[in-house]
Structures are given as structure tokens and as C-alpha cells.
């Protein structure tokens, strides 16, 4: 598991460092010596779309995503539980639907270049869809099986 965490950290780490040379890269083209570099604006947007889905992997892996459990909190353990399995559910086919409209859309635009660098194609947007998904559905599987264990844990330590 440490191994996947530095891996994880590691690959976001370069994309954002990659992100960053990019916007550097055109402010300095743009502003300092006045050419306008077109491939770098399309670097930076690839990388974005790349950076938010391995962000995203980071995220669920952590259980770190913004939510407001106030009145779940309030909810009895077994329909704590079974909200909690709906939701992941939910979840999780919705993310097959969009990995599906991604193996689509690569499909679709495998021969579609992009706009500013010419030997480059377009399913590259798509491709961190097929790659990051997977492995956000699976953290959400972790995370129900995890969760009632947890939950199960509190209870029993709760009537004792």
C-alpha cells in the first residue's frame, strides 16, 4: 500500500510539474519575448484533465472529498450502512457509464489530431479516464468493505 501511495503522489507530483513548466513556459513566450507558442496552452490543458483524474485516484484513496455528514452522523447504524452502500453503488456506475463514453470517445478520436501539435491525437484526453477510473472504483469497493467493518467495530464497543 506504501508502494501505491508514493506511486500515486509521485505520478501527480510530475504532471504538476509538468503543468507548471507549461503556464511558465507561455507566460515567458508570451509576455517577456513577445511569441505566441500555441502547443503550450495545449499542453497545459492535457495535463489538467490528467492531474485532476490522478488527483482524483488520491482523493477517494484517502477518503478525503468534501462532504457534509451532519445528518447522516444522526442516522442509525443500519441505514448509515445502507445509504452509505447505495451511494457507493451510485458511484460506481456512474463511473463505469463515464469510463464507457471514454473507451468511446478514444475510439472516436484516434485519428483526430490536436489543434497545436500535429503528431499528437486526441484521445489522449480521454485516455486518463480508462486509466484512473479503475482504480477509483476499486477504492470505492475498499471503502464499503472497510466501512462496515469499521461501523460494526463502533457498535459492538457501544453495547459493551
Not at 22 to 45: C, D, G, K, M, N
Not at 56 to 72: A, C, L, N, P, Y
Not at 134 to 155: A, C, G, N, Y
Amino acid at each position: 500500500m506504501k508502494l501505491l501511495r508514493i506511486l500515486l503522489y509521485s505520478t501527480a507530483v510530475s504532471i504538476l510539474s509538468g503543468l507548471l513548466l507549461a503556464v511558465v513556459a507561455q507566460v515567458i513566450f508570451r509576455y517577456v519575448l513577445h511569441i505566441s507558442v500555441p502547443w503550450t496552452e495545449e499542453i497545459a490543458r492535457i495535463l489538467m484533465i490528467w492531474m485532476v483524474l490522478a488527483g482524483s485516484i488520491i482523493v477517494q484513496k484517502d477518503g478525503s472529498h468534501i462532504r457534509t455528514e451532519f445528518f447522516v452522523s444522526k442516522l442509525p447504524l443500519k441505514i448509515r450502512l445502507i445509504l452509505r452502500i447505495l451511494l457507493n453503488i451510485a458511484s460506481m456506475l456512474f463511473l463505469l457509464s463515464v469510463m464507457k463514453g471514454g473507451f468511446s470517445m478514444i475510439r472516436h478520436t484516434q485519428n483526430i489530431m490536436t489543434g497545436s501539435i500535429t503528431w499528437l491525437n486526441t484521445s489522449i484526453l480521454y485516455i486518463p479516464i480508462v486509466l484512473c477510473l479503475p482504480f477509483i472504483i476499486l477504492f470505492i469497493i475498499r471503502d464499503i468493505v472497510s466501512f462496515r467493518e469499521t461501523e460494526s467495530d463502533k457498535s459492538t464497543e457501544q453495547r459493551e
